[in-house]
């Protein structure tokens, strides 16, 4: 990913922030939110994705959920990483077009949907929240 397009994520990153009500951000305290580009070739490996396909990938919880944790832990902090290149690829790209279908994609709103959606989907994992749960609630 380009400097430019990094620092236009991140741009829309901190805007989605800025929507989110305090609840959220209270969440946030708890857990750090981490941008990266893509995830690495091991971790998309480990978890049966396709490794040399990068955007496959939009957000990882990493770290035991609240529900399951016991008084006593002792494992490292939760971290929250959303990935750049995979939210774009999933929200259609930058820039608005339509597929064959006639399906409108892409642009600076789909991006920010998918931004949106793929934070709340991770911190849905960090509350123990599965892929049922999150589907159910649109956040999948």
Do not use: N, Q
């Not at 922030?17 to 969440?27: G, K, N, S």
């Not at 305290?29 to 990266?36: C, G, I, T």
């Not at 399951?68 to 959303?82: K, Q, W």
Request: aromatic share 4%; charged share 30%; net charge negative.
């Amino acid at each position: 990913m380009r400097r430019d397009e990094r620092a236009r994520f991140d741009a829309m990153f901190e805007a989605v922030l800025e929507a989110m009500p305090p609840e959220i951000h209270e969440l946030i305290e708890e857990v750090p939110v981490v941008l990266e580009d893509h995830a690495p070739r091991a971790l998309l490996e480990a978890m049966g994705l396709d490794p040399d396909d990068p955007t496959g990938l939009c957000g990882l919880h990493s770290g035991i959920p609240l529900t399951d944790r016991g008084a006593d832990s002792g494992s490292l902090p939760d971290v929250i990483t959303l990935y750049r290149e995979g939210i774009l690829e999933e929200a259609g790209g930058w820039d608005e077009w339509t597929d064959e279908d006639g399906t409108a994609l892409g642009g600076h709103e789909r991006v920010l949907r998918e931004i949106r959606i793929t934070l709340l989907h991770e911190l849905g994992h960090h509350f123990g929240l599965d892929e049922d749960d999150l589907e159910r609630l649109g956040y999948a």
